[in-house]
């Protein structure tokens, strides 16, 4: 158990709709980072927040969208959902931005 | 900017045979080097990592890694692998502020 938790497990839901996938990082840990995985595409980055800000952004589409809160949780919502979108959605964790990642669970996200 | 090579995709190998999986990364300056692995439907969790000091580091389940900094390589052995160590392994890098970067990965099937 890495201290990462991700809400929900699964996800099944229709193209042309939208959902929130959330994650709780390691206590203490600042840095929050979303990756998508899918047997074509490999891990890809899609955003890292730092204490409530922004910091780095990869491969996100515009229809995704994170933010992190005040206790430092993280919301990933992805909008007009297409087939392709179908993935494992892992968040991760460090105290450091530099240093290693914690993962969580992941959530897997399954479009009909 | 950085990048990381992970020059094979997939490897298959027998019980008790010995591994090493490469790992090339380019960026000019300081860099922490980690490997990550994924066993079949679960997370990532690190294996080892580097920061600093003897470049042979050691990790769990029998890892180790030997960082180069001449040849800018990253590369992960086991002398004997067994079949629980089928998984993903994935090589990462952050060098400066960089938040660490992932290679694809290389999947790893070992028949018992």
């Known amino acids: 158990d890495s201290g990462v938790t991700q809400t929900p497990k699964h996800l099944i839901t229709a193209t042309g709709q939208r959902v929130t996938l959330r994650c709780s990082p390691r206590?203490?840990?600042?840095?929050v980072y979303w990756y998508q995985q899918s047997l074509d595409q490999g891990l890809q980055f899609l955003i890292q927040y730092y204490n409530g800000e922004e910091r780095a952004k990869g491969n996100i589409l515009e229809r995704f969208s994170a933010q992190q809160f005040p206790d430092l949780h993280s919301e990933l919502n992805l909008s007009s959902l297409e087939l392709g979108d179908s993935a494992l959605y892992f968040c991760?964790?460090?105290?450091?931005?530099?240093?290693?990642?914690?993962f969580g669970p992941g959530t897997r996200l399954t479009v009909l | 900017a950085q990048s990381v090579s992970q020059h094979n995709h997939h490897v298959i190998l027998s019980e008790a045979a010995s591994l090493e999986l490469g790992c090339n990364y380019s960026y000019g300056g300081t860099v922490n080097l980690f490997w990550y692995v994924q066993y079949p439907g679960q997370h990532l969790q690190l294996l080892l990592k580097y920061f600093s000091g003897d470049p042979l580091v050691k990790g769990i389940k029998g890892f180790e890694a030997e960082f180069i900094k001449s040849k800018f390589s990253f590369n992960l052995r086991k002398p004997s692998v067994q079949w629980s160590d089928t998984a993903e392994y994935f090589c990462a890098v952050s060098g400066g502020s960089y938040i660490p970067t992932f290679g694809r990965g290389t999947s790893l099937i070992v028949h018992p």
């Open positions: 991760a964790s460090s105290t450091i931005p530099t240093y290693e990642q914690f």
């Open positions: 206590s203490g840990d600042l840095s």
